[in-house]
């Protein structure tokens, strides 16, 4: 069944589209460095995004190839890679455990930009673990430890009185990272940046790897 045309957004005026070139005139595109880019293109979302700048699209395989997407935050990046954090028993944990491969995406609609990445996925160190679980408000801890991430769950009751067993197990005292939580950094092979540029003629523009040197292409729209 097609949707109703005035669910659709309309395509874009040839007004819409000046207004977006001018709002991204001054900007520098080409770069030699991707986390360069990249770090500037998030510092600006972090100034334009109502929610969740640092938001991404993870993109990971089974062990049979079926693919699998979810949205979840960026907590850390540098010339290593991107870190986020999960429970290693949920869906995503055990697809990455089988296929240590992933793409993340980012997107700023209200910057009208795009970050596209590839690469392999690396457990981070524990400590690092450590340090970022620390590092979450207490509810949130305790919510791990309580949390079956991805398997079936009876009820939100079922879950209420997990959350509370934990809370009374802990009391007032530290509550420890859990073994089956930690963090995955992907370490990148393949950028791709894309901003909206008018009448649907955008810029790409691709960063590879190459022995461990980056080298830059820009694609057609």
């Known amino acids: 069944?097609?949707?109703?045309?005035?669910?659709?957004?309309?395509?874009?005026?040839a007004e819409d589209y000046q207004a977006a070139a001018e709002a991204n005139a001054s900007e520098i595109f080409d770069k030699q460095n991707p986390f360069a880019l990249f770090g500037e293109w998030l510092a600006d979302?972090?100034?334009?995004?109502?929610?969740?700048?640092?938001?991404?699209?993870?993109?990971?395989?089974?062990?049979?190839?079926?693919?699998?997407?979810?949205?979840?935050?960026?907590?850390?990046f540098d010339e290593d890679g991107f870190v986020f954090y999960t429970n290693l028993e949920s869906a995503k944990g055990c697809q990455l455990a089988d296929n240590p491969k992933a793409a993340l995406c980012f997107h700023w609609k209200s910057l009208r930009r795009q970050v596209r990445v590839r690469g392999?996925?690396?457990?981070?160190?524990?400590?690092?673990?450590?340090?970022?679980?620390?590092?979450?408000?207490?509810?949130?801890?305790?919510g791990a430890w309580a949390s079956k991430q991805s398997r079936p769950l009876e009820s939100r009751f079922a879950l209420e009185?997990?959350?509370?067993?934990?809370?009374?197990?802990?009391?007032?005292?530290?509550?420890?990272?859990?073994?089956f939580w930690s963090g995955f950094r992907l370490a990148p092979s393949h950028f791709e940046f894309w901003r909206d540029r008018p009448f649907r003629l955008h810029d790409r523009l691709v960063f590879d790897r190459h022995d461990g040197k980056w080298?830059?292409?820009?694609?057609?729209p």
């Open 120 to 142: 392999t996925i690396h457990p981070v160190e524990p400590s690092e673990a450590d340090a970022y679980f620390a590092s979450r408000a207490r509810d949130s801890r305790i």
């Open 1 to 13: 069944m097609s949707a109703k045309k005035d669910q659709i957004p309309p395509t874009p005026s």
């Open 215 to 220: 080298t830059t292409q820009r694609l057609y």
């Open 161 to 179: 009185k997990a959350v509370a067993k934990e809370a009374a197990r802990f009391g007032l005292g530290d509550v420890p990272r859990p073994d």
């Open 45 to 76: 979302a972090r100034g334009k995004e109502v929610n969740d700048p640092n938001a991404m699209a993870l993109a990971t395989a089974d062990k049979n190839g079926l693919p699998d997407v979810r949205m979840v935050l960026l907590k850390d």
